[in-house]
């Protein structure tokens, strides 16, 4: 069983100095914060991670979570998933491996990934040889640019898409953490039954190995990027055959591997 969100602000407004120098003004002004909390996960009873997070589509995340770490393969693996204040409980129906309990912050550091031959096995399987035209690239930019709310009124957020073959938007989510972003809208993505073998993936934040991870344990075979990524987000996606863009803007792309995805002139 699933159960609903809670419901928590993901606003709040702080009194702030506006200063500019150009017109020589300086004016007290009320602004938009994004609101961040941390909530603790825990797994058949075992204390997971504490999450640093925006503060909605918690069931959204936890699911999302759960696909894009691998942690699940489907849905039905769960059978209870609860949320408390700041406490998710989820009940899986198999026994996962898990570690120690561990933070997953926002912060810009990371370390480096290894993965076991297993896991490389069950990632290849997935990637899908479909092919994306530039001009659905072009728009699903310019409609993940146009659905970010809470970026354009508080500039605090990343955001991520899951888009059609077409750019147009079929489920999108912000957090203030660009890897809970794309958490959520891959478990908005899951809880709708969604192919991913036939969307992609855009994201406002930085492609790093972590990012390509998540988006090929679902099986998506194009992540597009409005910023850069990183070498071995670029190594990662080249081995798991994987297509990554970065700095898609306006009608300008970089395409770093597997360009034969793009249907290009």
């Not at 406490?87 to 997953?104: A, S, Y």
């Not at 550091?109 to 040889?129: A, H, V």
Request: aromatic share 6%; hydrophobic share 40%; with cysteine.
């Amino acid at each position: 069983m699933l159960e609903k969100n809670m419901k928590e602000p993901i606003l709040t407004q702080h009194r702030i100095l506006k200063v500019n120098m150009r017109r020589n003004s300086v004016q007290f002004f009320d602004d938009d914060i994004v609101v961040e909390s941390r909530i603790s996960l825990y797994i058949n009873s075992h204390h997971y991670s504490i999450m640093s997070l925006t503060p909605f589509e918690i069931k959204e995340f936890t699911v999302g979570h759960l696909i894009a770490e691998g942690i699940i393969n489907k849905l039905d693996e769960i059978v209870e998933l609860k949320i408390d204040k700041k406490r998710v409980d989820v009940q899986l129906n198999i026994e996962p491996r898990m570690g120690e309990t561990r933070f997953i912050s926002i912060e810009c550091g990371s370390k480096e990934i290894k993965i076991n031959p297993q896991l490389w096995m069950k990632l290849k399987k997935q990637i899908s040889p479909g092919r994306f035209f530039p001009q659905a690239i072009m728009k699903a930019v310019r409609n993940l640019n146009l659905s970010a709310e809470t970026y354009r009124k508080t500039g605090g957020t990343h955001a991520a898409a899951i888009m059609d073959k077409q750019g147009c938007i079929l489920a999108v989510s912000e957090d203030i953490s660009r890897h809970c972003a794309v958490d959520k809208v891959i478990g908005k993505a899951a809880l709708q039954d969604l192919n991913f073998k036939e969307v992609f993936l855009t994201s406002t934040g930085r492609v790093t190995s972590g990012i390509i991870i998540k988006t090929i344990n679902v099986g998506i075979p194009l992540i597009v990027s409005l910023s850069a990524p990183t070498d071995k987000g670029i190594k990662l996606a080249d081995m798991m055959e994987l297509t990554l863009i970065g700095f898609a803007r306006g009608a300008r792309f970089n395409i770093y591997t597997h360009p034969e995805r793009i249907i290009l002139h």
